[in-house]
């Protein structure tokens, strides 16, 4: 009987070292991120580097339309570590400060319309003609849903700003009577496989995109293109009403160049581990260089709003952070 307790006092202690004293991949920390569908490939890319080099912690993603990530927060309370929208805009419009106390803006974009080699008209469309070849019967195109997607209500401000600059009366509204409704899909990267197979020719998406997947697109002029600071006061002309952030309420969102932020949620589940995901995402010779790498220019030093949000990002975060515009 001794010799029985024994054996069985031995095999409790070897399993309590095998399962107690070392850190297996069930108990690994875990980093919930909602991004935008746009920023799927750096961050995927940024997600295994970033593993690779701190074990223990694991990066979840969760693509879906900037808004529609922000919703997830307010609507569905679903746990989540981190937000990063294609529009920074989104972050203080939904959940800051309820649900987030500060947002960083960390790199730019420009809308382009994607199409491929296959595409009708390919071969002659240009910045010059691309809305009347949109005009056709024949041609297929679409966009994002506005109210769930940045690149949606930016798409739609592109064609209001090229009513303008184009000095074609009436354009924006041609162009939407071209475009089916079931065109328009919950995020831009959602139609890329729609153009791939053919059953669209054109689809509007960030330059960052199309470089991403190799897609032929068409530069737009700076004038409309939503990719030059400089150009915000002419941005500003256009504007969308999407869905606010109550049910039911709508917020006119005006033309500004593409500026996508970050931030870290107050009830972050594991906001330790979070933290050292950002100030590895943030570093411009680590995160920031993916985005560099994968065609979206990273803001360098990134951006806050003013000095007293500066003072609320975590010490680590505060050396890649610089306060105003």
């Known amino acids: ?52 080099n701190n074990r223990g912690i694991m990066i979840f993603l969760e693509a879906s339309g900037s808004i529609q990530a922000a919703r997830k927060i307010t609507d569905l309370k679903k746990p989540c570590d981190i937000i990063a929208s294609a529009d920074d805009r989104v972050i203080d419009t939904y959940l800051v400060p309820s649900y987030a106390d500060w947002n960083i803006r960390f790199a730019t974009n420009q809308l382009v319309l994607c199409y491929t080699g296959s595409s009708r008209y390919a071969g002659e469309i240009t910045e010059k003609n691309w809305f009347r070849i949109l005009k056709r019967k024949e041609v297929a195109w679409g966009h994002s849903d506005p109210n769930l997607d940045p690149c949606g209500y930016r798409a739609l401000m592109v064609m209001q700003l090229a009513e303008r ?7 924006y ?3 939407l009577a071209n475009r089916p409704v079931e065109n328009i899909r919950p995020k831009s990267t959602d139609l890329l496989s729609l153009l791939q197979t053919g059953h669209l020719d054109y689809a509007w998406e960030y330059r960052s995109v199309a470089v991403q997947h190799g897609l032929n697109y068409v530069r737009l002029p700076d004038e409309i293109n939503l990719g030059n600071r ?35 949620l107050k009830n972050s589940p594991n906001r330790s581990a979070a933290v050292r995901f950002l100030e590895y995402m943030l570093d411009p010779e680590k995160g920031l260089a993916v985005l560099r790498k994968q065609g979206q220019p990273p803001i360098i030093p990134c ?13 680590g975060l505060r050396g890649h952070v610089a306060a105003g515009n």
Not at 4 to 9: A, K, N
Request: glycine residues 8%; positive net charge.
């Open 230 to 264: 400089g150009f915000d006061p002419v941005y500003a002309r256009a504007a969308v009403r999407v869905a606010g952030e109550k049910k039911g309420s709508w917020i006119d969102m005006r033309g500004r160049s593409c500026t996508c932020g970050i931030a870290l």
């Open 1 to 52: 009987m001794k010799r029985i307790v024994i054996i069985i006092l031995f095999s409790v202690v070897v399993f309590a070292s095998q399962t107690g004293c070392s850190k297996s991949p069930d108990r690994s920390e875990q980093v919930i991120i909602f991004h935008a569908g746009s920023l799927s490939i750096p961050f995927m890319e940024m997600k295994k580097e970033f593993e690779a």
């Open 173 to 175: 509204a041609g162009l």
């Open 303 to 315: 951006r806050v709003r003013d000095d007293n949000m500066k003072k609320l990002v975590p010490a």
């Open 165 to 171: 600059y184009y000095r074609e009366p009436g354009l």
